[in-house]
């Protein structure tokens, strides 16, 4: 898709860099102000955990929809450690790393939908999404799309 | 690039300039350590308007920089939190306790100049 965006993520600068981008995509796709905030926030926790746990990785960001919505869609990807108990990672003060444990369990409240794969040895793969409404001009317009 | 601080009489203010990478917040932390130190401060401002995010990350280290300053003797307030920071903050449920927070500027030095007046008073 063409609004799909990869930043890899080495140095803490990089998770600076794909906050940045997802705030821009979440705007193009038309999430509100506070929407691009809370998305951006979420990818920043997330990225920092890919250069704590793993030291690098990747951020995909993407677009996703159905008939009535729109999502924003962000992968994160490493091939670090993995994560041994994902219950207890998502569990609200879990501690690992320098972390406070906040980061994942904060992340997924900041989004609609929160997904880790994860397999010790074999990495971890977190998805993210968030979903708007599309309104009824939107849907109008992309139906006449269609059909022209 | 580092985040300049100003000194005004007995207060110093940081105002970050854009979005911050983890190791420019831990700089900033060391650097108003270090001052707080050097003059003797009793209040510290930053100005968090320009940051793009406020995440578990910088939540803490502004905890840290506030208990820092606060065993020296001297007071923080944070002022400029974007309405939009503030929404993914409460969501998240990030807490900045024991920070003084402040709307602008004006607002905060207001409050350090009641702080720092009614020091060792118990009547408030």
Do not use: C
């Not at chain 1, 905030?37 to 920092?48: D, F, K, P």
């Amino acid at each position: 898709m063409t609004d799909d965006i990869t930043v890899p993520i080495a140095a803490d600068a990089d998770i600076v860099v794909a906050r940045g981008e997802g705030r821009m995509l979440a705007g193009r796709l038309g999430f509100s102000r506070t929407d691009a905030t809370l998305i951006a926030t979420a990818i920043s926790e997330i990225g920092r955990n890919i250069l704590h746990h793993a030291g690098a990785g990747e951020v995909e960001i993407g677009r996703d929809a159905d008939e009535r919505r729109v999502a924003i869609v962000v992968v994160a990807r490493d091939q670090g450690p993995g994560i041994s108990d994902v219950q207890r990672a998502l569990e609200e003060g879990y501690a690992t790393g320098s972390g406070l444990g906040l980061g994942l369990p904060g992340s997924r409240r900041l989004m609609d939908e929160f997904d880790i794969d994860t397999k010790p040895g074999h990495g971890t793969t977190v998805t993210m999404r968030k979903w708007r409404d599309r309104d009824a001009l939107e849907v109008v317009r992309e139906a006449r799309g269609r059909h022209d | 690039m580092p985040v300049p601080i100003l000194k005004q009489g007995d207060y110093l203010i940081a105002s970050i300039q854009s979005a911050l990478s983890d190791s420019e917040v831990l700089e900033l932390r060391d650097d108003l350590a270090d001052r707080i130190g050097r003059y003797r401060s009793q209040g510290i401002i930053i100005d968090v308007a320009a940051l793009d995010v406020i995440d578990s990350f910088v939540a803490r280290s502004l905890r840290n920089i506030a208990r820092t300053a606060s065993l020296r003797g001297a007071v923080t307030v944070i002022v400029g939190i974007q309405p939009d920071v503030a929404v993914a903050m409460v969501q998240f449920r990030l807490n900045l306790e024991p920070l003084q927070t402040a709307l602008d500027l004006e607002e905060a030095l207001a409050l350090l100049d009641r702080h720092t007046r009614g020091h060792g008073r118990d009547d408030g």
